[in-house]
């Protein structure tokens, strides 16, 4: 028997799975009555000179990659939907979801007694809006985020707390998500694709304002996460208004409209793919918010 087959029997398998769910991402603005205003989400958390890291947020379906040694489980924010060897298959999204991240799984070599938990997006054929990005038979995964957490300490966890504790536990911040720098030497390590990084700065150098920092930030992005040619996405909704300030350019320097408007052409090229907005974070990964393009994604 697997040591996570172990733990899985011993707690519940409930437990692994409410132990790794990943936290929803509040929003960078706060929004009042459905409507978005210009006062930000936990301010107090942050200070001027702040670093904080700009990354593309996927239109695609979260996954967790939950390790003990050489076993592992597969699933999605609600569910654990498989494990290694087909003991468990719970839907339809278990084959295009595996097929996505089988490359992670042949280059990763966990650590012993630890859970390890790799989150990720997974998109492509077998998924909704799998048209943004394929029109083929094709699944792709990029990382963004993960945590360790011993054995010893799980088991003391699983023991002392319930279900609902747990999810406080985890809620209020415990369960420590690596740092951005992990993070990076994570993918060189594995040669894993990370989601695609913005800009990088103190948090005083980027617009706060709602509209000023939407259209910063698609001036900025250049995604690559579309997977074939075939993918045609026109440009109707994009609009950029460098506004009356400066703006930070993509390396954090300070620049008086020195942002180039983009090109627009009215079909894009395979260098271009969509956005569903942006992720800000700090570089200890304790404040994560995110940035809702207003139409829901944007064609880059």
């Keep these: ?24 991402i ?19 958390l942050l200070n001027d000179n ?51 991240i089988t490359n992670f799984l042949n280059k990763f070599s966990p650590m012993e007694n630890r859970i390890i938990c790799i989150y990720g997006v997974v998109f492509g054929n077998g998924f909704n ?32 707390l319930s279900l609902e504790e747990l999810d406080k536990w985890t809620n209020d911040g415990h369960r420590s998500l690596w740092s951005f720098n992990t993070l990076r030497n994570f993918y060189n390590r594995f040669q894993v694709q990370g989601v695609p990084e913005i800009w990088d700065g103190p948090f005083s150098n980027f617009p706060k304002d709602p509209t000023r920092l939407m259209n910063w930030g698609k001036n900025a992005l250049d995604s690559d996460v579309k997977l074939d040619e075939k993918v045609v996405h026109t440009n109707e909704d994009f609009t950029m208004d460098a506004g009356d300030d400066f703006l930070p350019d993509i390396k954090g ?6 942002v180039k408007e983009p090109e627009k052409p009215t079909k894009k090229s395979s260098k271009y793919g ?5 992720v800000i974070r700090s570089e200890d990964s304790k404040y994560i918010r ?11």
Excluded at 149 to 157: A, G, N, R, W
Excluded at 274 to 278: F, L, R, V, Y
Excluded at 290 to 300: C, S, T
């Design 274 to 278: 969509i956005a569903k907005g942006m």
């Design 129 to 160: 809006d799998s048209e943004r990005y394929t029109s083929e038979n094709k699944t792709s995964f990029r990382m963004f985020d993960g945590f360790s957490i011993s054995l010893d300490t799980v088991q003391t966890l699983f023991t002392k």
């Design 50 to 100: 702040t670093p904080i890291h700009f990354t593309e947020y996927i239109a695609g379906t979260l996954v967790r990659i939950i390790f003990i040694d050489d076993d592992f489980f597969i699933g999605h924010n609600a569910d654990i939907i498989h494990a290694r060897g087909d003991r468990i298959i719970k839907d339809d999204f278990v084959i295009p979801t595996y097929t996505g």
């Design 253 to 258: 320097e300070e620049s008086a409209k020195q």
């Design 290 to 300: 995110k940035v809702i393009f207003e139409n829901g994604y944007i064609n880059l």
């Design 1 to 24: 028997m697997s040591k996570l087959d172990d733990v899985a029997g011993k707690y519940g398998i409930e437990y692994i799975d409410h132990l790794t769910r990943y936290n929803d």
């Design 26 to 44: 509040k929003t960078f603005h706060i929004y009042n009555n459905g409507k978005l205003t210009e006062e930000l989400n936990d301010i107090s």
